[in-house]
């Protein structure tokens, strides 16, 4: 167990729809990532956010978008489903900003399944 | 552009023997590099990091990887493999902003 919690682990849900996921970090880490697996483009990294603010921007298409809260946890927000969206869709979280990457390993959780119909 | 290239989508290997996962890297500074595994319907879990210093890494489970700037690889081993190590294997590289650059993975088989 990493500490790092995901809700819900399963989704289903249609195209055209939106869905929020959700992410509690470990207890202390600041800094949340959220990644996609897909069977055709592997593990993708998203986007970062670090004590509320947004760190760096991967390969996030602009129907999706993210937020940090006051409490750290953070929220994967998905819109305008499309069937290449289906993917499984990790968080990890650590503790610094990123600058210091010697310190600062990522802590993976468990995923949400995301499978639009 | 930062990459990581794994070259073997499956191996199998026999419960006892050992093992070698390859991983190759593209990256224009100092390079940070992970592997990671993931069990089937579980999150990824580190199994070891390199970051400087000595180029041969132990990680956690017996696992363990040598970093070989010459050749651009940082490869993973374990001399006796368990039947519970059957999982996906990826090596990562760490880019600018902490992002991790990830292989395309490395199913692993374990026969008995």
């Known amino acids: 167990d990493s500490g790092v919690t995901q809700t819900p682990k399963h989704l289903i849900t249609a195209t055209g729809q939106r869905v929020t996921l959700r992410c509690s970090p470990r207890?202390?880490?600041?800094?949340v990532y959220w990644y996609q697996q897909s069977l055709d483009q592997g593990l993708q990294f998203l986007i970062q956010y670090y004590n509320g603010e947004e760190r760096a921007k991967g390969n996030i298409l602009e129907r999706f978008s993210a937020q940090q809260f006051p409490d750290l946890h953070s929220e994967l927000n998905l819109s305008s489903l499309e069937l290449g969206d289906s993917a499984l869709y990790f968080c990890?979280?650590?503790?610094?900003?990123?600058?210091?990457?010697?310190?600062?390993?990522?802590?993976f959780g468990p995923g949400t399944r995301l499978t639009v119909l | 552009a930062q990459s990581v290239t794994q070259p073997d989508i499956h191996i199998t290997v026999s419960e006892g023997a050992s093992l070698e996962l390859r991983c190759n890297y593209s990256?224009?500074?100092?390079?940070?590099l992970f592997w990671y595994v993931q069990s089937p319907g579980q999150g990824l879990q580190l199994l070891l990091k390199y970051f400087s210093g000595d180029t041969l890494v132990q990680g956690i489970k017996g696992f363990e990887a040598e970093f070989k700037r010459s050749q651009s690889s940082f490869n993973l081993r374990k001399p006796s493999v368990h039947w519970s190590d059957a999982a996906e294997y990826f090596c990562?590289?760490?880019?600018?902003?902490?992002?991790?650059?990830f292989g395309a993975g490395t199913i692993l088989r374990v026969k008995s």
């Open positions: 207890s202390g880490d600041l800094s």
């Open positions: 990890a979280s650590s503790v610094g900003s990123g600058l210091e990457i010697a310190s600062d390993t990522q802590y």
């Open positions: 990256y224009g500074a100092t390079p940070y």
């Open positions: 990562a590289v760490g880019a600018y902003g902490n992002k991790l650059v």
